[in-house]
């Protein structure tokens, strides 16, 4: 994707949800709500994404995953075939990850109706003049819930066929005209950098697209989940044929920062400048002070900017001055360069 503009301003994926939406998104689950109601519910949240990112003046958007009910991939367990759910372990007391629904596999696990990726994607295109970008949970997040049973050799083998299911996708992807497309993987530490980049090229081979790839360390109620080091994947995880690497900064106070002068093997990154786990309303020029210190690192040609993560796990009433603040420092930063 060309893109003229210095240090663009982005997201890295969802949306936060309208309270209507949390208050009605299982009503259809539970008999009250038809498909119709469900549709409606789904592309009002989609519409407001697209209005709130548009209205702070964001360079590129997504369709803020607001069609993915229970998460950014729970949702497509569902459309996923040969699995099963097991028994929840743990379902009283505070959340945890613990808690999230878990799958064996019986056979082999195909999506023959595909993802559901390229309708959302199809939409937002059809709704929106910006720039946009669009995302996918790669192989490792896909397999992450779903024992290989009698069915896989191990967790690596569920991965390595979710890599196929993933590819199917993102190709008609590129065929609805998607240029711009972002992996999102979580930072396991049971797998080093060499296993995730041969992941994600096997996920994305011969995808004639912008490819980013989102190093996650978890953000489900604002929760990290993994140990936030990207020491354990780079430099072995640059054999990623990844465009951009789209990294977290600012929940960890810039930490590593200084190592992506040499990580990131002249590509891009998508630096996380806003911190989506807190509720502390940073402000412009707080932002400005963390795009300052990764330009030390980075060149300016090579930057895009971001929150650390999604939005989704953020009330809206918090997460939008935060996406303002985002845009008005790129916005300033721009304008110091150009002087």
């Known amino acids: 994707m060309e893109n003229k503009l210095l240090i663009p301003a982005t ?146 083998a569920v991965a390595e066929q979710f890599a ?17 497309i972002q992996i999102d993987e979580p930072a396991r530490g049971n797998l080093g950098g060499k296993d995730m980049a041969r992941l994600f090229n096997l996920a994305t081979d011969g995808v004639d697209a912008k490819l980013a790839y989102h190093i996650c360390f978890g953000n489900r109620y604002g929760r990290a989940r993994f140990k936030r080091h990207y020491s354990d994947y780079f430099p072995e995880i640059l054999e990623a044929k990844a465009d951009q690497f789209v990294v977290e900064f600012a929940a960890r106070e810039m930490y590593e920062v200084e190592k992506f002068a040499e990580w990131r093997d002249g590509r891009e990154i998508g630096a996380g400048v806003v911190d989506v786990k807190s509720f502390h309303p940073e402000s412009s020029d707080d932002v400005v002070d963390r795009i300052r210190e990764v330009l030390k690192y980075v060149p300016a040609d090579k930057l895009y900017v971001n929150p650390d993560c999604g939005f989704g796990w953020s009330p809206r009433y918090m997460s939008i001055p935060k996406l303002n603040a985002l845009v008005s420092a790129a916005s300033k930063i721009r304008s110091e360069i150009s002087k």
């Open 11 to 156: 997201v890295v994926g969802s949306h936060p949800k309208p309270s209507w939406w949390h208050n009605c998104k299982d009503l259809y689950a539970e008999g009250k709500w038809g498909e119709t109601d469900l549709s409606e519910l789904l592309t009002d949240a989609v519409d407001v994404a697209i209005l709130d990112q548009t209205r702070a003046g964001l360079d590129i958007i997504t369709d803020g995953e607001s069609r993915r009910l229970d998460g950014y991939v729970d949702s497509y367990y569902a459309k996923i075939e040969n699995i099963v759910p097991l028994p929840v372990g743990r379902i009283g007391g505070p959340w945890g990850y613990d808690q999230q629904q878990r799958y064996q596999a019986v056979g082999e696990i195909t999506a023959p109706g595909g993802l559901g990726i390229v309708s959302e994607f199809t939409y937002l295109k059809e709704n929106t003049d910006l720039m946009t970008k669009v995302t996918c949970a790669g192989p490792l997040t896909f397999g992450s819930r779903i024992g290989p049973g009698d069915a896989y050799d191990g967790p690596v």
């Open 164 to 180: 196929e299911v993933i590819n199917a996708e993102l190709k008609d992807l590129v065929k609805a005209g998607a240029n711009y």
